[in-house]
């Protein structure tokens, strides 16, 4: 890959990927190959994307994922809180029933937060034990609304999340769940 070569979709996916390789290196090797990417072309990508978000001369945030991802397949305003923000979302071809959502801050476009998040009317997976938690099958968001007693924990890097909360078998048994761009990649 060119370093001058246009950054779109397919390279995106690829620096998601890069990042979820911490917590789950055999799921991301499997997408890697489905996208047909050896891992120094994930490696690249990721380079390519981090020069982009460092550059002094780089866009801002919202302006990055608009000339990556192209136009949005939707937008929306929601309130989180005091906080007004604009919500746009992009299909990630390698989860069909995901978007990339990222939400600004109304009138600043300031990006507030970035993650994926359930396709809207795509049906999202039953969670009733620890054991429905599978490694890329649910988002934060449904993690949280899933159990009660759910706390947000402080995550190690500003792409990833986590969530604490009692084990609903055995309520005395604190679970965390990690999250990588708001995918779920392990349960402990």
């Known amino acids: 890959m060119s370093p001058d070569a246009p950054f779109g979709p397919l390279d995106f996916q690829l620096v998601l990927l890069r990042r979820m390789a911490d917590h789950r290196p055999e799921l991301v090797d499997d997408a890697r190959r489905k996208l047909g990417v050896p891992l120094a072309g994930m490696r690249e990508a990721n380079r390519r994307w981090q020069a982009m978000c460092r550059s002094p001369r780089g866009r801002g945030a919202l302006s990055r994922y608009h000339s990556v991802l192209g136009a949005p397949e939707s937008t ?54 620890t054991a429905d938690l599978v490694p890329w099958s649910c988002t934060v968001d449904e993690v949280a609304h899933a159990f009660p007693g759910v706390r947000p924990l402080e995550g190690t890097a500003p792409t990833r999340f986590r969530l604490a909360f009692p084990d609903p078998a055995d309520p005395a048994t604190a679970r965390t769940a990690d999250f990588t761009w708001g995918l779920l990649q392990t349960v402990s």
């Not at 906080?83 to 801050?105: G, I, N, S, T, Y």
């Open 76 to 129: 929306g305003r929601r309130r989180i809180g005091d906080l007004v923000c604009d919500a746009f979302l992009w299909p990630v071809p390698l989860w069909p029933d995901l978007r990339f959502e990222v939400l600004a801050v109304a009138g600043s476009g300031a990006v507030w937060n970035e993650w994926l998040v359930r396709a809207p009317g795509a049906a999202g997976p039953v969670l009733r034990t």
